[in-house]
């Protein structure tokens, strides 16, 4: 029997593991997949955690819940890949594989910012975690006047638009609360504006402007002064808060260091339109632990769970890969009051307005936000938990369309 391993069941590896035993026959393949964790976690549902819209049970399932007959799940820490020997150390076994597919994410390391421990869980919140998510629910709780800062460190970070969404829903929650004109909020990122494509940086710059939001861009954070609390950049410029919250840098899985595999922030070097691994035979790549320019997204893990799965399939075949995948990335973006903006862009296209899914029809618009774009978002958590991670088939093509899209507004990278 030949093996295939999957390191990771979060998102992608769990899609992968579902795409995959429908096509792969269960006499010949054996299917593994290893975690370390019981737990699955609905990670876009941590940001509403501070806001008190979710809480954390709403944000956690059994992982075995969606792993198929078929498929084995075993609890066991990965500390290493021997390339070579086609094996996996864990902290339990050692694991052989014909074909391995690397699916486990990455996470924030605040430690790589200078004086961020200092301040960590006491001025300094994320809610990249779950605990840091609870945490700032308190923090949120109690915040009635003074200087709200988000910081994104460096890029890449996962979910690139989650600290967006996070500014303008405390915009709406301070709001609420009655204190808003107490709270200052201000977004300190190292990007030339709001957001990393042109058009929809313009756009979400004007909502925050709107929001009364300051914009702070280009800053390359270089200290945490947690006794002063001030920011502080490279070039010596300061941004003073009372409550930072920290998008810190991300990097992926500890086994990956030393693999040969990966790249400085330990993401694997992968090719961008197969998802191969560049380094290794027999090793594909999937969702956040890849190096791919695409955003690092539950969606995006989806879309390239199809090219995975379908270029694995042909090589066991003995075809070539093929170079299916476009970077297509589908995201909402709340912007408070119940409100949210959808984007769909991939590597050559940047976001436009237009309508999605339905080309003209919609009903979630691009680019612009409404309730029903919202009503989008919250539904998403159902898809997720029913849908994406059991690999039912949605509604969504794998690659960009331009139907419904506004190509006059059309830039190119
Ligand atoms: C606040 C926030 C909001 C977000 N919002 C959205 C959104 O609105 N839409 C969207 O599409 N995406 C969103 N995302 C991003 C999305 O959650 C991730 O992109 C997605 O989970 C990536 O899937 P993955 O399988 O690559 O990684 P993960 O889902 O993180 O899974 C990785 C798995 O690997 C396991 N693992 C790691 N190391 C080891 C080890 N050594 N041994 C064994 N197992 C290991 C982990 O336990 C985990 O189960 C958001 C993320 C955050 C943090």
Redesign the pocket.
């Known amino acids: 029997m030949k093996k295939i391993l999957i390191?990771?069941?979060?998102?992608?590896?769990?899609?992968v593991a579902n795409n995959l035993r429908k096509k792969l026959s269960p006499k010949q393949w054996d299917v593994t997949i290893?975690?370390?964790?019981e737990?699955?976690?609905?990670?876009?549902?941590?940001?509403f955690i501070p806001f008190d819209v979710y809480t954390p049970q709403d944000c956690q399932k059994p992982?075995r819940e969606f792993i198929p007959p078929g498929v084995n799940f075993v609890l066991?820490?990965?500390?290493g890949i021997d390339k070579e020997s086609h094996t996996v150390e864990?902290?339990k076994n050692k694991y052989s594989y014909d074909w391995l597919i690397i699916?486990?994410?990455?996470?924030?390391v605040p430690e790589e910012v200078e004086g961020m421990m200092d301040g960590w869980r006491k001025d300094i919140h994320d809610?990249?975690?779950l605990d840091g998510?609870v945490a700032l629910r308190e923090k949120m709780k109690y915040f009635d006047k003074g200087r709200v800062v988000l910081n994104i460190a460096e890029l890449p970070y996962?979910?690139p638009?989650?600290p967006l969404?996070?500014i303008f829903m405390a915009d709406w929650f301070f709001d609420v609360k009655g204190v808003r004109d107490d709270v200052e909020i201000e977004l300190v990122t190292p990007m030339a504006g709001a957001f990393s494509k042109p058009i929809a940086s313009s756009i979400l710059g004007d909502i925050a402007i709107q929001k009364n939001i300051k914009v702070t861009p280009n800053f390359d954070i270089a200290q945490v002064n947690a006794e002063e609390k001030t920011i502080e950049s490279h070039k010596g410029e300061k941004v003073d808060y009372d409550l930072l919250i920290a998008i810190p840098p991300n990097f992926g899985?500890?086994?990956l260091e030393g693999s040969g595999l990966e790249d400085p922030l330990r993401f694997v070097d992968t090719d961008h339109f197969t998802l191969k691994a560049k380094n290794a035979d027999n090793i594909y790549v999937?969702?956040?632990?890849?190096n791919v320019p695409a955003?690092?997204?539950?969606?995006?893990?989806?879309y390239e769970s199809e090219t995975l799965v379908d270029n694995i399939i042909r090589e066991i075949d003995g075809q070539e890969p093929k170079p299916t995948f476009d970077g297509h990335?589908?995201?909402?973006?709340c912007s408070g009051h119940e409100k949210a903006f959808l984007i769909d862009f991939n590597y050559e296209y940047e976001p436009l307005p237009g309508k999605f899914p339905f080309p003209g029809l919609g009903p979630f618009s691009l680019l612009g936000d409404s309730y029903l774009n919202y009503w989008g978002?919250m539904m998403?958590k159902w898809v997720?938990w029913n849908m994406m991670l059991k690999g039912v088939e949605l509604p969504l093509e794998d690659q960009l369309t331009m139907a419904g899209k506004m190509r006059h507004t059309l830039v190119t990278e």
Do not use: R
Request: hydrophobic share 40%; with cysteine; aromatic share 14%.
């Open positions: 390191l990771g069941s979060g998102a992608g590896g769990t899609m290893i975690d370390n964790d737990i699955h976690h609905y990670q876009p549902g941590w940001l992982k066991d820490e990965v500390v864990g902290k699916a486990s994410g990455c996470s924030i809610f990249y975690t998510a996962k979910c638009v989650a969404e996070y899985a500890a086994f999937v969702g956040d632990a890849t955003s690092k997204a539950g969606a995006v893990a989806h990335a589908t995201c909402f973006i978002k998403f997720y």
